[in-house]
Structure formats: C-alpha cells, structure tokens
T-cell receptor
Framework: GEDVEQSLFLSVREGDSSVINCTYTDSSSTYLYWYKQEPGAGLQLLTYIFSNMDMKQDQRLTVLLNKKDKHLSLRIADTQTGDSAIYFCAESMRTGGFKTIFGAGTRLFVKA | EPEVTQTPSHQVTQMGQEVILRCVPISNHLYFYWYRQILGQKVEFLVSFYNNEISEKSEIFDDQFSVERPDGSNFTLKIRSTKLEDSAMYFC?????????????FGQGTRLTVV
C-alpha cells in the first residue's frame, strides 16, 4: 500500500544546514511535497516537485528526488530559529481524483 | 493574498451528535478536499470533490461522513453521529484545477473535540 516514512526529530544549530529525509513506496506518485506546520497552525506548502524532476531549488530550500530509491530530501540552508516546525513529506497520485498521502512529520528543532 | 477559511476554529461536541465543519475555498478554485490529523498522528486524506460530486475518498470516509457544496462559496463536511475517535484537526484544501493540483491551499483547520 501507499506509505510515506520520515524520521521524527532533527536538531540543528542556527546557521547550519538541515536535511530532512523521506521515503515513499508508491512509484506512481505524480507530485512530492514538503509542507511546514507551526504550532497551532495549518499546513503551509513549502515546495513541491514533479515526479520526473531530480532537483528543485527555491531560495534556501533544495529538494532532491531519487526516484529509483524512492527517496526525497529537503535541505534548508542557513537554518534559522523561525524554521523550527514540523515538516511533512507527502506524495500524491491520481486514482480517479487526486489524493495525497502524508508522512508522520519531522519535528525540526533549531538551537540558537 | 487569497486563503481558505475554515470555521469554527475549535468545536466541542458530545458523542453521538452531528457536526458540520465549514470551509470557504478560494473563489476561483474548483477542486476541494478534506483531510484530518488525529493528535500526534499523520495527516490523512478523507475526500476530494469536484463538479458537485466526490471524485475520490479514503476508507476513513464511511457512511458517517458526507460533503456538500450548498452554495457557490461554502464546502462542508458533516459527521452524522460523532465518535470519540473522530476527535482531530480537520483541514480543508482547494486547488484551482487538476493541472494545478500540486498548489492546493490549506485552511488553518478546525479542531474537533468529541466528549
């Protein structure tokens, strides 16, 4: 079945790079995403990548996709305390309509 | 900036009662979705809706759940007879088109507490 796995916690120092990893099982994924959720808030789409791409860069964010290994990563350069949040990896596929499967989320702690 | 609005932000209901969670998607969006997140667990897909009908639903979305677009602006999720395990954060989302599905916007969520 469809599943998305990611580690639960990551702690980095302010100014360092953060790398959050994710693996997924469904090779028919169309899009892969990274969402950010701050405490008590909704889901904010950070970035997404189409499944036929290898890499996408957007300012401090770099997404790498290894389709062969079904591995997705999010690198945040120059991590700031404001980046502390839960980061969800997700994949979507078309089965009639579209549906999105989320990972459990990685809680990023940024130490000053 | 356009946004998806959900009301109420928090709802407390007694077990067995019906609840309606409301969402106002972005005005030119045509595809609508509900997700839920039980505390400490994954965000789970419930249902997608297009052209006044359900286009996809998960196994969670059983007969207790229904969705409706009662007018041109609202999109609602109804739970007929709430159970304790329905307690969760419910997120509504909308997207402009299938081609722009990846750019779905999420609301801030409604926290449902069943007591």
């Amino acid at each position: 079945g469809e599943d998305v796995e990611q580690s639960l916690f990551l702690s980095v120092r302010e100014g360092d790079s953060s790398v959050i990893n994710c693996t997924y099982t469904d090779s028919s994924s169309t899009y892969l995403y990274w969402y950010k959720q701050e405490p008590g808030a909704g889901l904010q789409l950070l970035t997404y990548i189409f499944s036929n791409m290898d890499m996408k860069q957007d300012q401090r964010l770099t997404v790498l996709l290894n389709k062969k290994d079904k591995h997705l990563s999010l690198r945040i350069a120059d991590t700031q305390t404001g980046d502390s949040a839960i980061y969800f990896c997700a994949e979507s596929m078309r089965t009639g309509g579209f549906k999105t499967i989320f990972g459990a989320g990685t809680r990023l702690f940024v130490k000053a | 900036e356009p946004e998806v609005t959900q009301t109420p932000s928090h709802q407390v209901t007694q077990m067995g009662q019906e609840v309606i969670l409301r969402c106002v998607p972005i005005s030119n969006h045509l595809y609508f979705y509900w997700y839920r997140q039980i505390l400490g667990q994954k965000v789970e897909f419930l249902v997608s809706f297009y052209n006044n009908e359900i286009s996809e639903k998960s196994e969670i979305f059983d007969d207790q759940f229904s969705v409706e677009r009662p007018d041109g602006s609202n999109f609602t999720l109804k739970i007929r007879s709430t159970k304790l395990e329905d307690s969760a954060m419910y997120f509504c989302a909308s997207s402009e088109s299938e081609a722009r599905f990846a750019e779905a916007f999420f609301g801030q969520g409604t926290r449902l507490t069943v007591v």
